[in-house]
Structure formats: C-alpha cells, structure tokens
C-alpha cells in the first residue's frame, strides 16, 4: 500500500526558532491533515487542508503555526518560534476524499524536541 | 460534538487468549468509527472501520471489531492474541469536516 512519508524522523531545535517539518501525501489523495501526539496523551487534531487553504484548525494552532503545499508532492508544517511545549510526536495524514467513511493514511512521524 | 471514550489505560492478555480493547461513541448522527493501532516508534496504523452495514467487522491481522447501536460502543477483539499484538490501540471518529477525532488510547500488552 502507498505511504506517507515524513522527514525528518527526528528533529532538535532551541526554544524560539523556527522548524519545518515535511510530509509528501500520498499522489492521488486530495485532504491533508496534522497531528500531534505529546508523550504519554492523546493523539490531536491540529489542522486540515484543502485546495490549498485551510479547512479547519484547532485551538492548538495558533499564529506560530503554518502549513503550505508549496508544489505538488509536499506538505509542510512551520512552527515560527517554537515553545518547549511544542516538543511532541507530529503526524502527518492523507486521505484520498474528505467524506466521513474514508480512512486517514499517517506518517510515521517527527519527533520534535525543543531545548 | 463527536468523541470517543476507551475506558481501559492498559489491557493485558495472555498470548492464544482473545482480547478485547473497548471503546464507546458519542455521535449526533451516523458515526463512521475507526481503529488505529501504533507499534513503538512508528506511526498509526488503520486496521478497520464501521461506516454501514454488518456490525462485525473485519480487518487487518485478525483483528475485528463489533458495532453495537444500543451500547455506543465499538469493542475492538480478537480470538486469539499474539505477542507481536502489542501496541497502543487507538479508537476513532470521523466527524463531519473529514477530521478524526481519536480516544485516549489503550496500551495493549500480550505476555507469552
């Protein structure tokens, strides 16, 4: 079966700078989702994405998020000034439509770790 | 608002054993219901989903899960349990904007 994909693996940074993490979805799917886990809790919504806008975002993503499909394969997610609390598992997800009986492919994932 | 509860942290079975990670659901309207399992260190895994339909149903190794209207729930089972078997089970619904909106997790363990 197809594969998302996702680098960096793992990711190092100091409290303030910026990261970028990067997801290539899978060809022929059309919704793009970010999740992130935090050590020991639930997996959670960040956003969604949609003929490259926004289609719903959560609480946790606020002005020092971003995402962006910058050409036809990628789809990343910035972090502007990143906090020690932003130090999770993050998940990237496709799925092929946006209805609800259609399954979400995920990554296997970055581990953020801010310093 | 949608959500899924799994009332069980940890759930501990004996390998040849069946199993049963449970999961209850509170929906306005059709719930479309998943499970995803995450292995250490990797990423989540689809094993199957309830949209319609038969109320058992079948998935990836082995795995099945039971859809029970009365009960909101959608227990997640097996015969018979294997030690490669552990995990962390995730269940989740699919809310009408296409997000999934996952449970708490149950961490499975599967002593030989």
């Known amino acids: 079966e197809p594969e998302v994909t996702q680098t960096p693996s793992h990711q190092v940074t100091q409290m303030g700078q910026e990261v970028i993490l990067r997801c290539v ?71 092929e439509g946006g209805t609800a009986n259609e399954k979400l492919l995920f990554g296997s994932g970055t581990q953020l770790s801010v310093l | 608002a949608q959500s899924v509860a799994q009332p069980e942290d940890q759930v501990k079975v004996a390998e040849g054993n069946p199993l049963t990670v449970k999961c209850t659901y509170s929906v306005s309207g059709n719930p479309y219901l998943f499970w995803y399992v995450q292995y250490p260190n990797r990423g989540l895994q689809f094993l199957l989903k309830y949209i319609t339909g038969d109320n058992l149903v079948k998935g990836s190794y082995g795995f099945e899960a039971e859809f029970n209207k009365s009960q909101t729930s959608f227990h997640l089972k097996k015969p018979s349990a294997l030690v490669s078997d552990s995990a962390l089970y995730f269940c989740a619904v699919r809310d009408i904007w296409g997000k999934l909106i996952f449970g708490q997790g149950t961490e499975l363990s599967v002593k030989p």
């Open chain 1, 25 to 95: 979805p899978i060809s022929n799917h059309l919704y793009f989702y970010w999740y992130r886990q935090i050590l020991g809790q639930k997996v959670e919504f960040l956003v969604s994405f949609y003929n490259n806008e926004i289609s719903e975002k959560s609480e946790i993503f606020d002005d020092q998020f971003s995402v962006e499909r910058p050409d036809g394969s990628n789809f990343t997610l910035k972090i502007r000034s990143t906090k020690l609390e932003d130090s999770a598992m993050y998940f990237c997800a496709s799925s």
